[in-house]
């Protein structure tokens, strides 16, 4: 079992930053290959970006490529999201997400636990 509880979300003009984190329990975190999601109001759920167990492979969606980076500490059972230029259709519920695997994933019908989201608004 792993619980997933994201912070960081909040209002931001466009162009700015922000920072998202997850923090995991379990003693199992390292299993896991984590994802973001994100999903804005009357749209699908939808990858945003994904990293391995050990963190040394990661994806994104093309809609984020350069701007966000994906990184994880799995001594701290961590991962973060740093998003930058945002935009504002960047705004949106952000997910965190832990995939039994040790791949990577874009599908979120695959992803074995979430959290409960954070708001992300990015003013225009």
């Known amino acids: 079992q792993v619980q997933l509880v994201e912070s960081g979300g909040g209002l931001v003009q466009a162009g700015g930053s922000l920072r998202l984190s997850c923090a995991a329990s379990?003693?199992?975190?390292?299993?896991?290959?984590m994802g973001w999601f994100r999903q804005a109001p009357g749209k699908e759920r939808e990858f945003v970006a994904v990293?391995?167990?050990?963190?040394?492979?990661?994806d994104y969606a093309d809609s984020v490529k350069g701007r966000f980076t994906i990184s994880r500490d799995n001594a701290k059972n961590m991962v973060y999201l740093q998003m930058n230029s945002l935009k504002p259709e960047d705004t949106a519920v952000y997910y965190c997400?832990?995939?039994?695997?040790?791949?990577?994933?874009?599908?979120?019908?695959?992803?074995?636990?979430w959290g409960q989201g954070t708001q992300v608004t990015v003013s225009s």
């Open positions: 990293i391995n167990r050990s963190g040394g492979n990661t």
């Open positions: 997400a832990a995939d039994y695997t040790p791949l990577t994933s874009h599908i979120h019908l695959e992803y074995d636990y």
């Open positions: 379990g003693r199992t975190f390292s299993r896991y290959a």
